[in-house]
């Protein structure tokens, strides 16, 4: 069983590593942030099913912490994008 | 297994290359907080999963807000006067190689048994009542390290603040973008509670499996910040007494514990054996919220609002 789950990660890793180079090539910004959000996805299965095929409980909350984080990068991002729109409006948020 | 490593290593490696080679600065930010993030499966791998979850708190969290606001600060300045020469790059990342080397070199030439003081760290285990060796080196074999880190800490937050023009100090710093984006807003108001549980989570669980202290301050920070920069609660003026003595209450329980280990145990930061576990957690729950509200603080920066009055 440990074998299935460890060659299941290892799959869901291919996956999302290909679909991760594909999605930072884009020439968008918000779609290159779109990758860290299919990592925390991604990662979060992997640290499950490595968790189940190890038997250590600690990999489900590294998991937990990974969709936290994944999601709270989102909005460091779109602060940055906020700035931006600032400095072309007002003198910016920094003086 | 070895192929999954193999194929972990391999990705990391090419997404470190990818955040030197960017040449858009943003890109670059952001595929580093996507390293940040799979190298927290690289620590699971590594078995130290506490290590994991820091890195994951710091690398694709913290990290990522403080380098991307940094960006927006800088954008569109001076941007034209691009001191480094062809050559300079080259020199850098030969020195860079060299160092990798080095260290790669250092790691592979370790003596086989490891000198390590694991087995009498595990067999002092029971006498702390903890259940995690990662707390109970940071509490109490090592606590001088840990109290002294909190304090280094605080003396950062100091130094942030005093960057503050004369006529602002006191004030609260500004996170708040001139218009928030409904998403963002929404965001604020959806993730905040999700994350103070995970929070809490985290520093209980860390007395006897992977977690602590440092981890579950650094999800609160995020979730503070993430609230202020929603623009739903204002960031508080930094001369309230509430928020120093939120700052300062971890170090000095800890400090004041530490003392009273002269009375009531073998000497400065020793625990009386029946209270030891007790006392962990108190210390652990004032230093929490101190590294809570230090990290976010620190975030934040330097006060760019005049104090109320």
Redesign the interface.
Known sequence: MADFL?TA??FI??VT?IA??RV?RSRI?AE??M??QL??TG?AA??LL?GAASG????S??A???T????????????????????R??S???? | MALFDLALVALLLMLALRVVVEPDERSAIITFLAFGLLLGLAWVRLAAPDVALTEIAIGGGVTGILLLRAEAALRGRGKQAEPATRTGKLAVAAGSAAISAGLGFAVLTFSTPAPTLAPAAAQALPATGLGNPVTAVLLAFRALDTLLEKVVVLLALIGVWSLAPDALWGGAPDLKPAAVPGPLAYLGRVLPPFGVVIGVYMFWVGADAPGGTFQAGTVLAAMWLLVMMAGLHPPPDTTRWLLRLVLAGGPILFLAIAFLGFAFADGFLAYPKALAKPLILAIEAALTLSVAAALAMLVAGPARKAPAR
């Open positions: 460890t990660a290892l890793l291919a590593a991760l180079l930072l910004t290159r942030m990758a860290v990592l925390g990662g992997v640290l490595l250590s409980a600690a990999a909350d590294v937990l912490l990974l936290l984080f994944a999601a709270f990068s989102c909005v460091a991002f779109v602060l940055g994008s906020a700035g931006q729109d600032a400095d409006t007002s910016g948020e920094q003086p």
